[in-house]
């Protein structure tokens, strides 16, 4: 994952990059991996930058062996169970914007492979379950696995699409010709990228995009994903081509301008991105051992193996950076609080009339709202929902200033921008809703798949929490984390009967729809005030107190039809749910950019799943399941291992699933709902970013607007007229799959199986030093006997608890330099000040649970003024100890892959 920070300076770093162990025919491959490893373990400010090229040198020589794989798939393929869409994604609804993919009969097909001794190094077989990964297009849906977690691949250029007038379909520039010319005062203008390696640039994208597509149900979004704008820069995320690109993208990378200048010569980058200490890993063999086993190759940090030299040769010296720029102050971040006018290069307004307390990159408030006089319109910034601690609270309580401010300064029209919004927290979501309509409960309807495994884990955790005494001290935080238990299902309302759960059976229905089976709609219970309490994390805004006398959720000061949600289709998880509660209420939807093509465009193409879950709180919630009901444990094996202990997943990895679906009010009872998921949901509008607007919030707010409520000629041709919010029948039906998708179907239709065995299987005798770890091929790691990263020990009690064990972590996330300087000193952490540099959401510490939690581990962390943990993306679990003693679990980032945040 590409810094903000770093990435603002990389004229001068990549100076300074070096070339390891080029890829040259003559180069000994065997110590690439070596030293690069060596180079990103110091930490330095340049060891997070490699060429593209050695990275995948390195990786590529990275060796396979088929029985951890084949114990992976196993584990994964039990844990994609629990993904809520299979059926539909083997069979979409018609509007459904991808192929179809039938997920099982993929992990069959890489199953095959397998057993045919078809791979021949470690990141092929990653490759394609990556692949497979990325054809769920879901961005609940990820997986940290092996090699290819530490690194991600990213232009050097960031780049952006615009239209010149609003009207002429966009083309692509580099961002920081179009931020130049705007600093410059349009004395010049920028010219488009016409081809890329030799491509017609729009070609070369649209591959590009669907290839690196993160979870997106629409080319729309995966073409925005790969561009820079101004809400992304004021979170510190990179974009996908920038520098969240899954699979090798090459070495060389040109660009050609249509003014016919010179072309702009440069090379594809790599990132490293794993934030914990690596270990002293030498070869290929070290590397396989410690990022697709989890062992560390040294014992007690002696490297355990001579470190081979290799001739490491400069291939190039440094690349000519400049972009026509000169790098002015405008580009600094200043570090102050309270606008986000530098972070975003002058496009946010220096004078936010709103604005949430510590705003900042590296802060945790992210609300600002602004006041447009002129055209009598309120916007609301909200480009995340995920919050933490006292920051959920603030931020429900700066919308609510917001509100106070819009209707004291009388104004008729609200905008809530959702732009580069990736979810976050539920609970948020529900507030921000309630706060515009109160006393408008929002249906908030899901459900799951009914199958056999999650029924008897439900089964058992339902029945155990429903037998505790919440009067009882034993029994009351346990009682209390289980209300928000994705397994406890009697706190949860049944949208048919509008009555709590009796039991988990009677939530396991199934109903039966396309040979699957799904269980009866859920609600949450926000009249709850326990519920609503734990959903908050223990930090309940003082407006849910009764005696405050407050005024929030007293009145509805706007109608529907003066909403507009803008967005730019990356609206993902708890954004796409926002999104569906206003529409339902009439709130219009206005999506700004797109391909360069005509057309409707949905507004939020992300994830519409209601849950996002991880492998790792399924296992936790397996092992509580065993533990609470023995003989579940024993009526499941193997996938419910006795005595606690978690499911073997082969090879380490961090995998995310969806686990519920939204379900619309209007089809809950039907047992053909469709997931909102697969559901064709077209904005009202579209309009292009253009030159103009694209670094001018303002002008992009005024589009909007003018668009909505003054002129909707202003939108995209053909852009209208396809949406349903307010009503159910639009007047044009949703465009079919486009042929574009079907061009980019990740496995063929047909599968055959390779026919003779690869030789490269065996162990290569070019790794002596791996020969340690030689019989782990037939043999399962023993627990214990290695250090194990990123891998979840507990220590079952007598009581029945999970106590977790404690294990020296990095935690990579501290809060700026005392943040680290607490950890190093109350939690024995080695903790590199990663975090001064970090991503927005990366430098936070949070309380660990959302919406139904993170897995009970980590809900003991929280009503105990614990020191709190958020997993942004790829999360690894491990244990410290908190002031109290007592045993904590934080899910520590690993910072890899996916743009969006997962909280939901
Ligand atoms: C090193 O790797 C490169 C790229 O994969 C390959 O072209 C070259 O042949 C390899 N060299 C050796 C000695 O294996
Ligand atoms: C995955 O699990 C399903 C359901 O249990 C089973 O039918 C299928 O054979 C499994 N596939 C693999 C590759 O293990
Ligand atoms: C051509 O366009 C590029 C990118 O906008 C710019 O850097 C360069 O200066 C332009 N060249 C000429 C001759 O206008
Ligand atoms: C939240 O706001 C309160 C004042 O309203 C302030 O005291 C507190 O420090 C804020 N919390 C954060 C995390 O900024
Ligand atoms: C769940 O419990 C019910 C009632 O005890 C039982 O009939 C059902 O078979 C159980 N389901 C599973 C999957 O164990
Ligand atoms: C579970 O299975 C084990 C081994 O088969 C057996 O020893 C134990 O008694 C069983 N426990 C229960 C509660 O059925
Ligand atoms: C941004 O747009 C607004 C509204 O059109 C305009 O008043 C302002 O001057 C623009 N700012 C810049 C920096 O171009
Ligand atoms: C499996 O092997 C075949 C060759 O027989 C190959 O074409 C395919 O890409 C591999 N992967 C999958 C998922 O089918």
Redesign the pocket.
């Known amino acids: 994952m590409l810094l903000r920070a770093s990435l603002l300076g990389f004229g001068a770093s990549l100076g300074a990059l070096r070339a390891v162990g080029a890829a040259d025919a003559d180069v000994d491959n065997r110590s690439i991996c070596g030293d690069l490893m060596a180079q990103a373990n110091t930490g330095d400010e340049d060891s997070f930058y490699f060429w593209a090229s050695d990275v995948q040198a390195c990786l590529s020589s990275v060796p396979f062996y088929s029985d951890p794989a084949l114990r992976f798939l196993e584990y994964y393929n039990t844990t994609l169970q629990f993904q809520s869409t299979l059926a539909f994604l083997k069979t979409p609804p018609g509007g459904y914007q991808q192929p179809a993919v039938d997920v099982v009969d993929i992990l069959h097909r890489i199953e095959t492979n397998v057993t045919a001794g078809y791979y021949q190094n470690q990141y092929d077989f990653e490759v394609d379950l990556q692949k497979l990964v990325l054809a769920i297009h879901d961005a609940h849906v990820y997986l940290n696995i092996g090699v290819t977690t530490p690194f991600v691949y990213g232009s050097p250029y960031s780049i952006s699409s615009v239209s010149i007038d609003g009207k002429e379909p966009p083309k692509a520039y580099l961002t920081d010709a179009i931020r130049q010319a705007q600093h410059d005062g349009w004395t010049w203008t920028p010219s488009p990228i016409s081809q890329i390696n030799g491509k017609d640039a729009v070609g070369y994208l649209t591959d590009f995009a669907s290839l690196n597509s993160i979870g997106y149900v629409e080319s729309h979004a995966e073409w925005n994903a790969l561009m820079g704008h101004p809400a992304q820069d004021i979170q510190g995320w990179p974009n996908v081509w920038q520098g969240a690109t899954t699979f090798y993208p090459g070495d060389e990378l040109t660009f050609t301008f249509e003014n016919a200048s010179d072309p702009l010569e440069t090379f594809w980058l790599a990132y490293y991105t794993y934030p914990l200490e690596a270990g002293p890993i030498a070869t290929s063999g070290d590397m396989y051992n410690f990022f697709a086993l989890g062992l560390y190759p040294a014992v007690n940090g002696t490297p355990a193996h001579p470190v081979p030299k290799s001739n490491v040769v400069a291939k190039r010296d440094a690349v000519d950076t400049n972009t026509g720029g000169d790098e002015g102050d405008w580009l600094e971040p200043s570090g102050e609080d309270g606008n986000w006018a530098v972070e975003s290069s002058g496009a946010y307004p220096e004078k936010p009339d709103v604005v949430q307390?510590?705003l900042q990159i590296s802060g945790?408030?992210i609300v600002t709202g602004y006041f447009l006089h002129e055209l009598s319109t309120g916007v609301l910034s909200l480009p995340s929902f995920s919050q933490y601690?006292?920051?959920l609270s603030?931020f429900t309580?700066t919308v609510q200033e917001f509100i106070d401010g819009a209707v004291q300064n009388n104004l008729s029209k609200i905008i809530v921008d959702l732009q580069q919004n990736s979810g976050g927290e539920v609970v948020l979501v529900m507030d921000t809703f309630l706060r515009f309509f109160p006393g408008r409960e929002p249906f908030a309807g899901s459900r799951r798949r009914s199958h056999h495994l999650g029924n008897v884990i439900g089964n058992a955790t339902t029945a155990w929490w429903s037998g505790l005494n919440p009067e009882s001290e034993d029994d009351f935080s346990d009682w209390e984390l289980g209300l928000v238990d994705e397994w406890v299902i009697t706190p949860r309302i049944d949208a048919e009967t509008g009555k709590n759960f009796e039991n988990w059976q009677e939530y396991a229905g199934p109903k039966r729809h396309l040979g699957d089976d799904f269980t009866l709609v859920e609600r949450y219970n926000i009249s709850d005030v326990d519920f609503i309490y734990e959903m908050f994390g223990g930090n309940l805004p003082t407006d849910y107190l009764e005696d405050t006398g407050t005024d929030a959720f007293a009145a509805e000061h706007w109608d529907a039809k003066d909403m507009v949600l803008l967005t730019d289709g990356l609206c993902s998880s708890a954004c796409s749910m926002f999104v569906e509660l206003m529409t339902r209420k009439g709130a219009r939807t206005v999506a700004m950019g797109g391909r360069p093509a005509s057309g409707p465009m949905q507004a939020a193409s992300g994830s519409r799943g209601a849950r996002a879950y991880s492998s790792s709180s399924l296992d936790g919630d397996m092992a509580v399941a065993g533990l609470v009901d023995l003989e579940v444990a024993n009526k499941t094996l193997p996938n419910i291992p006795p005595n606690a202990q978690t499911r073997d997943p082969g090879l380490w990895s961090s995998a995310y699933f969806n686990l519920r679906d939204q379900i619309r009010e209007d089809e809950f009872k039907n047992n053909d709902a469709v997931p909102l998921q697969f559901k064709y949901e077209a904005a009202d509008c579209r309009l292009y970013y253009t030159l103009r607007n694209l670094y001018n919030m303002t002008q992009q707010w005024t589009d909007a607007h003018d668009a909505a409520w003054r002129d909707s000629s202003l939108c995209v041709e053909g852009s209208t007229g396809y949406s349903t919010a307010g009503q159910t029948d639009p007047a044009h039906r949703p465009p079919p799959v486009p042929e574009l998708a079907e061009a980019h179907r990740p496995f063929p239709k047909t599968y055959t199986p390779p026919t003779h065995k690869n030789p490269g299987t065996a162990a290569p005798a070019s790794y002596p030093d791996f020969a340690a770890h030689h019989a782990l091929r037939r043999q399962r790691p023993v627990r214990g006997q290695h250090e194990v990263h990123g891998s979840q020990s507990e220590v079952p009690q007598e009581d029945g608890r999970r106590a977790p064990a404690p294990v020296k972590a990095c935690l990579p996330v501290c809060h700026g330099e005392d943040g680290c300087a607490f950890y190093k000193s109350n939690m024995a952490l080695s903790c590199k000040p990663f975090g001064s540099r970090e991503l927005k959401q990366s430098t936070v510490l949070a309380p660990a649970n959302v919406g139904g939690g993170w897995g009970r581990g980590e809900q003991h962390a929280r009503g105990r003024g614990a020191a709190q943990a958020e997993v942004v993306l790829g999360a690894v679990p491990a244990y410290v100890w908190d002031e109290d003693g007592w045993g904590v679990s934080y899910l520590i980032t690993t910072l890899v892959k996916s743009s969006t945040n997962q909280t939901i």
Do not use: T
Request: cysteine-free; proline content about 11%; glycine content about 34%.
């Open positions: 307390p510590d945790g408030g601690g006292d920051y603030n309580q």
